[in-house]
């Protein structure tokens, strides 16, 4: 997994769903410190693929992770 990263939106929208990849073989679990509003539904057909949503209207950022890989994700707000 020397080239693994997590593929997927940097700056993302209040209430809006996104879909994070991870690209490499290994298998994780994907995480957000629960002080965030973000909910993370992991796909049923590869779990190293994940629907993230913040649902909150407030803008915000916070790190997605998935194993040892984080990705840096911006809450932009809805103005």
Excluded: H
């Excluded at 209040?14 to 298998?27: A, D, M």
């Excluded at 407030?58 to 809450?75: A, N």
């Amino acid at each position: 997994d020397v080239d693994a990263t997590i593929v997927g939106e940097t700056f993302i929208k209040v209430k809006k769903t996104y879909t994070y990849t991870f690209r490499g073989r290994s298998i994780y679990e994907w995480k957000v410190d629960s002080k965030y509003p973000v909910s993370l539904e992991v796909s049923k057909i590869d779990p190293r693929v994940v629907s993230l949503k913040w649902n909150d209207t407030f803008s915000g950022q916070f790190e997605l992770s998935y194993g040892s890989f984080t990705k840096t994700i911006v809450v932009e707000s809805l103005f």
